[in-house]
């Protein structure tokens, strides 16, 4: 594991790389939930996503959002934190030169969407996936560019994510509901590591 910097739009933002012990050419970026209510890269959540995504064979990279832990900057919502995300994007394939993957938590997950709406990163991915997406974050919700693999896991008790918008949006082909887990996943730990499975295998 590296402690790394990365050039963010207002400054440095404090990140994390795991390298694969596969030297696999795929690197997933995983963005953390609402810092405003203490999301940041050490969610339990965002752990979880980042030990399947090792073990899969993904090289990994955490960050906090601007103004999240020691990176610079403020605070700021959702066009923030998308801006974040994709100029993180674009210093992790030029670093790595990876098949680059994005994943996302909560707020963290509806900053990927936002940030995929420019369609300035489409060329560079494979695929998203997505943890219970904050969708009500959206001011609109951007058209999903085509070839773009999806796959998006919540639960079916989810406090703040309707199923029925998630099947409504992405397709009932994308999304995998957890029976009976909330929006933190509490006492589904081994359902979520088990659809994250699903999602990034075989890619």
């Known amino acids: 594991m ?18 694969s012990s596969e030297r696999s050419s795929k690197t997933l970026l995983l963005c953390h939930p609402h810092p405003q209510f ?48 994709r100029q993180v994007v674009v210093g992790m ?17 509806a900053a990927v969407l936002a940030a995929l709406g420019s369609g300035a990163l489409t060329q560079k991915l494979r695929g998203i996936v997505l943890v219970a997406p904050a969708l009500a974050l ?24 309707s199923p029925d918008s998630l099947v409504g949006y992405f397709g009932e082909s994308s999304v995998l509901l957890i029976e009976g887990a909330d929006h933190f ?11 994250l499975h699903k999602g990034l295998r075989g890619t």
């Not at 590296?2 to 390298?19: D, K, N, S, V, Y």
């Not at 996943?185 to 659809?195: A, C, Q, V």
């Open 38 to 85: 203490g999301g940041t890269m050490n969610d339990r959540v965002l752990t979880m996503c980042d030990g399947v995504a090792l073990k899969l064979g993904f090289s990994t990279l955490r960050f906090n959002f601007s103004g999240v832990g020691a990176s610079e900057g403020n605070i700021g919502g959702i066009d923030a934190a998308a801006d974040d995300v």
């Open 93 to 109: 394939l030029d670093r790595n030169e990876d098949e680059g993957w994005l994943m996302g938590y909560s707020f963290g997950a």
């Open 2 to 19: 590296e402690e790394t910097w990365i050039e963010g739009p207002q400054g440095r933002l404090e990140a994390r790389w795991r390298e």
């Open 185 to 195: 996943f509490s006492g589904y730990d081994e359902s979520l590591t088990e659809s």
């Open 138 to 161: 959206l001011p609109s919700l951007p058209a999903l560019p085509q070839g773009l693999r999806v796959f998006v896991v919540s639960g079916s008790a989810d406090q703040f994510v």
